[in-house]
């Protein structure tokens, strides 16, 4: 499965640098795509996190093709199969990796309340990688829904104070 054919279709939108999100500079433009629910996470997240800390989140990987995959899991005990019942969640786009190392502790325990949050809500599932210092982070389609629904209810609040 191609990155282009996916974005031809629209399954895929782009993921750019701003000033509270960066990609990491060994990530070829060519993947640095995801689906639109998991984009929507990467710009609530990351907002979030810079209205916080006034630095941006770090993404090291996001989606990836079968080819790519098989040659990672050569060298990454981590990394899941490209086929099979349990293939990789890059693949389809809906997987973002963060890097771990450029966070501070007090930065990561703000992560970590943050995305178990959502992880409660059945929003993402999480895991933290201790071998590649990332967090794997798969995000639900229903995120979009809920974040829209969400902000929704901060406008409504807003108009009655």
């Known amino acids: 499965m191609s990155c282009n054919c996916l ?14 999100l960066r990609i990491s500079p ?5 993947r640095r795509y995801c689906r639109r629910w998991t984009r929507q996470f990467l710009d ?30 050569r060298h990454n005990r981590n990394a899941a199969p490209a086929e099979g019942d349990i293939t990789s969640s890059h693949l389809a786009g809906i997987a973002v990796d963060f890097g771990k190392s450029p ?27 201790r071998r590649q210092a990332c967090y794997h982070i798969m995000v639900s389609n229903k ?11 901060e406008f409504l609040q807003e108009e009655t104070n």
């Open 7 to 20: 974005e031809v279709r629209d399954e895929l939108v782009v993921v750019s640098d701003t000033p509270a």
């Open 26 to 30: 060994r990530l070829d433009a060519s």
């Open 44 to 73: 609530d997240i990351s907002e979030a996190f810079y209205r916080e800390f006034n630095k941006p989140l770090w993404v090291t990987s996001l989606v990836r093709t079968v080819e790519q995959q098989h040659r990672l899991r």
């Open 103 to 129: 966070m501070l502790p007090r930065e990561r325990r703000w992560f970590d309340k943050y995305v178990l949050e959502l992880q409660q809500q059945g929003l993402v599932e999480a895991a933290e990688e």
């Open 143 to 153: 995120y979009e829904e809920w974040a829209a629904s969400r902000k929704q209810e």
